[in-house]
């Protein structure tokens, strides 16, 4: 990938050897993050390497819009631009909620794809192409970029491919025990039940992230003994800390409110109101 | 009859009355950072290079035989890597006796997704056997045979007939009143009332293979014992079993593979799935697969003799306990020991002069019976019924039944009421059954629930090291699991205590390589108790031996004899007691003097001042290794108050306090979280948890964490937390701290008194789990 002429919304600001650095190195070892790890991995999962022009559909949740961006025609290319473009026309037909095409190198927007076709031969002919399926997002502050699988869920890529381990998996996925929550663009959410593929641009957030930037909650769940067998913990600092960004100066019922969703089997519940209204009283809220 | 007695038994010459660590409040759990900040690595959390991944086969029938399984569509899936059969693993069954049974096979994958699609083309050719859910059905002349290999003739598991003091007849004639009641717990058809783990981390091992020696990661409760028998499951020697625990999600007395079959028969897949592939290998249940086993369900019919003031005359009881469908558990915990805690409880724990209690355990298709914090929900809930049955019958305070039938009131039983009493105000708000209603409407009901505390060191099979390193930092070796309840933090401090140095001195780290010591699993009932006596022992001894060291490097020093008696530390300091100006830090005296590694202080010719780590360590034979019969002298009293109302059948718990005597508190903080832990847990088991089996079936329905319905933070009122140290404890049990576990209590027993509100409220005793529909047809509602 000719990453010089990417701008560094799209590229990130590290370089794919500092990535993989950040996200090979797991305790798992099934290192992540190009396309040949992927497939040298050899956890099962067929991956597709595109060495072509793609044009790459990104639906977003549901209601939202479906975004086309096209890339370059490589050198290599196997996959005629005809195809590509029949096979995208007839999703835009079918999901019908196309509205902008959206340029993937300069992000510039076009109403139709002839449009956004013309720009990007006439702009960024001969520029390297990308992959299917890939998903740029922060998390914990650090910009990624990912070929994801269709069917991978947010918690599994962040547990398997990029080591972080927090969220973890109480309920077994079906969404009852808000273990496995995480910030992603300022609100909690169950990392369970949501794809890895819609979170391109997304930031996400942790409890790596918040314990690594000092957030008083960790000092306050550690202090008020908000945790026992401690494997619920994390997702309730993440679930707490997107309620104090949200209300710097809750009440005790909206902390238990905002909490309902974790569940804590060890039920360390009475605790945590008193953690978090002492940090919203630390933060200078209450 | 209660034949021993307990008096106040003075402290001895050695035992402390001053506490510098121990009991001190403020103090942060090593666990915290690490489970705070996402760095605590439970077994859910190890990823190996190349590891693969394991799941086993889960039978859709409640019973059921494998005829055959034809693996070949599973064996060509992409990225599958081995499939195992029971035709391949002895250890392996090929009948099931409940749904969901883990039997059978197990696939072998690069990714677990792969697992679960490959599980789906076994072929599997089931032959489909009778099957009863309920264990009144199980024992009616022509029900299906669960176990016909162990009980030909019927559903009988174990019957056992107890007998104390004199002929119950004899004390029937003497009562002024007989009731009659049945009570239930856990034991009504459909699944009613039957209780789960629920526990937060699903099992998960890793196995690899080192040439011979197998490394397991587990989620394991009790390592101690759990290594022997994974062992001998395995065929190799206990010594080639590696086993690495660590952090463990709340596992409430499941994860134990030393009983529970899908545990250990997990380990043998997945330890033949590593030595086939040649790769580390990762074998996880899925929610659906942790409910796996269950708690004994009770159906009791009653018959009490009491006198009009309370006293209780003559005891009867005839139990029916749901065995589950297991030989181990039926065989050594649901019917010997657990039907046998009827006796021991009201023998023991009570001066009834007349008892005679007859038990059966009966098999049923349902899962392996187990420890469900704790095996003794059924005999809690027992007793706990009947001083409230007692009580409500004779218009009397259950508080005055409690004292006039306990077997030893004084100090414990009547301290913890006179304190949980005053905290609820019970005097102001006691009154009859059904008789008051709130001005919003709802009843109001207040409840009593008594008996002994648990939880001494009965098992003494601990065994633990220390080193003090050359830093004078102090590290503590036995393996354990966390489960929760601060168990390292709270063995560090009476180390420390004893040891004579700062807490923030010690460190004792998780997953430690196992072939140090032993710690017994802190979550099995007797942690505290038999795991305080090691580390107890170890500090006194490392005390004595770095004070040997300490004299030598004195003595050189100061050019003049200084024994070791006339030394003392305190804060890490080492002094001269009768001059302390004169000190030495910890790694000056392990600095040695004329010493030789190995060869003992003061030899002539050793090197000076070689610094050398002092190591101490205490064996299991060391602190005992005895088993008590007694039951403890210390005393819980707990109390709560409900609104139920009558339009809706919705029951509120407003407030409940729990008042325990501990003997010794060690860590606060840590004993409060198992009060109020506790009691919000077990709001559950009151109010909401319950297995719903499809009759037809047998299948169960709610097997996950939407339907099987767990304590939420907006479901519980709040929870006052009373602790008492009146320190009576026989120190032959209870250990010179005199101390006591408080981690099952709560959970065991706030249900009940749940329970005995509600009754105080409507008037009516209903059955747990107490759901808005028996509370609205006994009001007469629908």
Same mark, same amino acid.
């Given at each position: 990938m000719n990453k010089d002429k990417i701008p560094k919304n799209q590229s990130g600001e590290i370089s794919r050897r500092e990535f993989l650095k950040d996200a090979g190195l797991v305790v798992g070892g099934a290192a992540i993050g190009s396309t040949i790890l992927l497939a040298a991995c050899g956890d099962g999962e067929v991956t597709t390497t595109v060495p072509g022009p793609t044009q790459t559909v990104t639906t977003t949740a549901p209601g939202a819009t479906t975004t086309v961006t096209t890339t370059a025609p490589g050198e290599t290319s196997t996959v005629t631009t005809t195809e590509q473009v029949g096979e995208v026309t007839k999703t835009a037909t079918v999901t019908e909620t196309v509205s902008t095409f959206v @340029?993937?190198?300069?992000?510039q927007e076009f109403d139709t794809l002839a449009a956004l076709k013309s720009h990007f031969e006439a702009e960024h002919a001969g520029e390297a192409p990308a992959a299917l399926n890939v998903v740029n997002l922060t998390v914990n502050g650090k910009q990624y970029e990912l070929q994801v699988e269709p069917e991978w869920t947010l918690q599994y890529m962040l547990r398997d491919k990029l080591a972080i381990l927090s969220p973890k998996d109480m309920c077994g996925g079906f969404g009852s025990c808000g273990s496995c929550t995480v910030i992603m663009d300022s609100r909690p959410i169950l990392s369970c039940l949501a794809l890895a593929i819609e979170c391109d641009g997304k930031s996400i957030e942790t409890v790596e992230g918040i314990a690594k930037a000092g957030h008083p909650l960790i000092e306050a769940y550690i202090r008020n003994h908000c945790?026992? @067998?401690?494997?619920c913990t994390p997702g309730f600092i993440v679930t707490a800390k997107a309620l104090l960004e949200r209300n710097p100066n809750p009440t005790e019922d909206e902390v238990k409110e905002a909490i309902a969703g974790n569940l804590c089997r060890c039920t360390t519940y009475p605790q945590h109101p008193i953690a978090v209204l002492e940090v919203a009283r630390e933060l200078g809220g209450g | 009859m209660a034949e021993h007695t307990y008096e106040d038994i003075p402290l001895g010459p050695d035992e402390r009355t001053e506490f510098n660590v121990v009991g001190r409040r403020g103090i942060l759990r090593y666990d915290g950072y690490p489970k705070a900040s996402g760095e605590a690595m439970f077994t859910r959390d190890v990823y190996l290079p190349g590891m693969l991944y394991a799941r086993v086969l889960a039978s859709p029938y409640p019973h059921a035989k494998i005829k055959s399984i034809d693996t070949s569509k599973a064996k060509a899936y992409p990225g599958v890597e081995a499939v195992i059969t029971y035709e391949d693993l002895e250890v392996i069954s090929d009948t099931a006796y409940y749904e969901g049974e883990l039997i059978g096979a197990a696939v072998c994958a690069d990714t677990d997704q792969i697992c679960v699609e490959a599980l789906k083309l076994l072929d599997v050719e089931w032959e489909e056997l009778p099957f009863v859910i309920d264990q009144e059905e199980a024992l009616k002349p022509g029900a299906p045979l669960v176990r016909p290999d162990l009980s030909p003739d019927n559903n009988i598991a174990l019957a056992g007939h107890f007998e104390a003091g004199d002929d119950v007849e004899k004390g029937f004639k003497e009562a002024d009143l007989i009731i009659e009641d049945t009570i239930k717990w856990g034991s009504g058809s459909g699944g009613e009332g039957i209780i789960a783990h629920g526990g937060a981390e699903p099992w998960s091992c890793v196995t690899k293979w080192d040439g011979d020696i197998l490394t397991l990661w587990i989620s394991e409760q009790k390592g101690a014992w759990a290594q022997p028998k994974i062992a001998a499951v395995l065929g190799i020697p206990i010594s080639k079993l590696n086993m690495r625990m660590g952090y463990l999600g709340y596992s409430g007395g499941h994860h134990h593979s030393n009983y529970l079959k899908p545990f250990y028969k997990g380990v043998a897949f997945a330890s033949r799935a590593a030595k086939i592939t040649h790769r580390p290998v990762k074998l996880q249940f899925s929610r659906r697969d942790e409910f796996n086993s269950i708690d004994m369900g009770l159906l009791c019919h009653v018959k009490v003799g009491v006198k009009n003031d309370g006293t209780v005359t003559a005891l009867q009881k005839e139990n029916i306990i749901n065995g589950g469908s297991d030989p181990v558990l039926a065989y050594n915990w649901a019917a010997t020991p657990l039907m046998s805690a009827h006796m021991e409880w009201f023998s023991g724990e009570t001066k009834i002069p007349c008892i005679l209690i007859n038990s059966t355990s009966v098999w049923t298709d349902t899962p392996q019976t187990f420890a469900v914090r704790c095996e003794l929900n059924h005999a809690a809930f027992a007793f706990g019924t009947v001083f409230d049955i007692v009580a409500n019958e004779l218009g009397m305070d259950s508080t005055e039944v409690a004292l006039k039938n306990a077997a030893r009131p004084e100090p414990s039983l009547k301290e913890c009421l006179e304190d949980g009493k005053k905290a609820i105000g019970w005097d102001e708000k006691w009154h009859a059954p059904g008789t008051k209603k709130l001005p919003n409407g709802k009843y109001h009901g207040i409840g009593l629930y008594w008996s002994h505390e648990w939880g001494v060191g009965k098992t003494r099979t601990a065994s633990a090291a220390v080193r003090i390193c050359v830093d004078g930092s102090v590290e503590m070796v036995g393996s354990a699991s966390d489960v929760g309840v601060a168990p390292n933090t709270t063995y560090a401090m009476i180390l420390a205590e004893e040891l004579g140095v700062r807490f923030e001195d010690v460190s004792f780290p998780y997953y430690q390589d196992p072939y140090g010591f032993r710690c017994m699993g802190p979550g099995g009932s007797v942690g505290l108790g038999t795991n305080s006596l090691p580390w107890e022992e170890c500090g006194k001894r490392a005390k004595e031996a770095l004070l040997e060291r300490a004299a030598l490097v004195l003595s050189e020093g100061l050019a003049k004899e200084v024994k070791a008696e006339e030394l003392d530390i305190r804060d890490s300091v080492i002094y001269i007691k009768e001059e302390p100006a004169t000190t030495l830090s910890v790694p000056d005296a392990l600095r040695g003097t004329k010493c030789k590694i190995g060869k003992g202080l003061g030899e002539p010719g050793a090197k000076i001042g070689d610094p050398t780590d002092l190591q101490v360590c205490v064996s299991a034979g060391d602190t005992g290794g005895r088993t008590f019969e007694h039951l403890p002298a210390y005393y819980q009293a707990h109390f709560c108050e409900v609104e139920v109302d009558p339009e809706t059948g919705h029951v509120e718990v407003t407030n409940i306090v729990n008042t325990s005597d501990v003997g010794k508190i060690i860590y606060p903080e840590s004993c409060e979280g198992q009060q109020y832990g506790g009691s919000t847990m077990t709001w559950g088991r009151a109010i909401t948890e319950e297995f719903v089996y499809d009759p037809t079936t047998g299948v169960q329905l709610n097997g996950n964490f939407l339907d099987y319905k767990m304590t939420t933070i907006l479901d519980c009122g709040p929870v006052e937390c009373i602790l008492k140290e009146t320190r009576v404890g026989d120190p032959e049990e209870t250990g010179s701290y005199r101390l006591i576990g408080i981690g099952e209590d709560m959970a065991t027993t706030v249900n009940t008194c749940i329970s005995n509100a509600v009754c105080n409220a409507i008037g009516k005793r209903l059955t747990q789990p107490i759901t808005p529909d028996k509370v609205l047809k006994a009001l007469g509602k629908i």
């Open positions: @340029c993937p190198i300069c992000s945790m026992q @067998c401690g494997y | -």
